[in-house]
């Protein structure tokens, strides 16, 4: 085990690793545009970047930083190999917004209504947009894997590394897959859900980037733990994302409030509140999810529905029960006391932010 | 250097490789079914199977045991690697297809019209398609990472192997950027076409697959023969590929003849017709490129302006130079002289091929 690390407030962590972060994805993108000649291949990678750079909280890296520090002294090569978490982020963004046909991603234009931009005036503007963001995202699924191997860990931790690296895009894929076959109008299951929402989210968001740090740590013990805090802790993260959807405020979130009705998502917000509330109420949700394009007045229905039914209340009941038991599992874990109090502390953070 | 391998005829040597590969990939499927529980993810990766197993000529994994074998014997675990360049292969052609809107693939329907047919009569069934073909691709890219991690080979060289299947998902990808970007107007120059495919086929077609199976070999070598080989015989494989495109029987390249001229395809042979011929030939194929959607008419005539403008013998003549010279730096590899045989041959077999 680690020596404790200096005790520090978590907001300075998280800007003091912000910053080494945004560093080392900077000096990634300026390698990428540097190696290649092409003018075309530099624009687009420049656009790649800029849409990497300019958004995100960085939680993601973050943990790959705690999952090292829970069992080794910080390395300033960890934040060099903390940012292919932050690419395998822009790949899942990028392919996700065309899927969606969601224009826009963190209150900005998303990529490929920018790369749209440079066909204006033609017939398949949008369609060429689409194209080209397909192409950028498979690139930066590609600088994810360049990332970790431009590490200078040796070769069975970065072997290592590169197998919880496949796991987090596979079983983020496989979410992703189960998504679209479920808007498709599969009616979701409590069970379904909490599996949607371990493999698309909780995958890449927490439990994966820390036991990706904790390989860069040349850790080999057990696992179960940072695990079970990842998992738990990455459920409440996606009720939290799915509340602050349906109730947030649009200049918030960075995208209209109405977007996940409008794209029929079913949250658990909406699935209890089908079974909470009457047959008339019940039915009023499924034909809003099914024919999206939701007026005011109805999306204002939906909300007091979701409030009235008790729905509301048991995301929160539950966001609550899962932040407490990933709490449980973090004080099981025999690493760096201070890294476990920001775990602890990350865990509130996660499911009261406002974006 | 290794000792020569026993002389194996052509033929009999890619139809045992073909086997070994064929086995390898159905085992890989075998257990990415075997370790998920969702049915609709099984299926998912069923048709992923499907897809990869159901075609091609296997002539990228079966470059990757000649890089192998220049170097040392024989071994097993090679072709269990190999697959890593099939399954990026997948994953090129699967992107490809939805990009350029083919419904076909290998004389069958391209893999977003497969997942299409779940979705019959639902209002958005084509875009469904293409969604969870999006997904199906990024998967099979992923595949391509976890097939080189699931072999033996020792952790230095493995690492070797995955920074040159970086390489290769990298060039390609700027490949297909340069090629979206150059569809939609922009008009190549020779230089330009020549990066293109470079980049686009010879990479991952003849380059990236000897270079990988060199570093699995352990080779540390020089590799500038081998490059040049691979650069050269991957372009004249393109060239070749544009002429069967234009003259060849749809039932034996199993796609639409037409489908590279409705594409506004800017290849060699066009672009040398477009110079070599009158004004008002010249113009008449560029409409047509811009147009699209050519008659049998027009497809005919464009056919006998490339063969009597003398286009379609300056791509014949540059094949056949490309081919030669690469055949004079495979003399120079140091290596096995069976698997170089094999190499010279494979050339000639490349451009007379006729799908």
Known sequence: MAQDSAKMNPDEFISE???NINIELSRFFERRIREISDSSIKKLIGQIADYTVQGGKRIRPILVVCGHNLFKEPDPEVYKASISIELTQSFFLIH??????SDLRRGKPSLHKVLEKDFVGMREARRMGENIAIVAGDLAMTYAYEALSETNFNDKIKNKAMKELISITKITGYGEGIDMLTTAGVKLKMNDLIRL???KT???TLEGPLLLGATLAGYDGPTAAISAY???TGLAFQLHDDIIGLFGKEEEIGKPVKSDVNEGKQTLLMIKAMEYSSREESQFIEDILKRGNVS???FEKIKKIVEKSGSYDYSRRLIEKFILSGKQYVKTI???NNTKDFLLWLSEYLVTRKN
Chains 1, 2 share one sequence.
């Not at 996700?96 to 046909?101: A, G, H, R, T």
Request: with cysteine; charged share 40%; hydrophobic share 35%.
């Open 296 to 298: 005011d007045a109805e």
């Open 230 to 232: 990842g998992c738990l």
């Open 17 to 19: 690793a912000r910053k």
């Open 197 to 199: 929402h371990l493999w």
């Open 202 to 204: 909780a995958k890449y």
């Open 96 to 101: 996700d917004d065309i899927m969606d046909q």
């Open 334 to 336: 025999n690493g760096d």
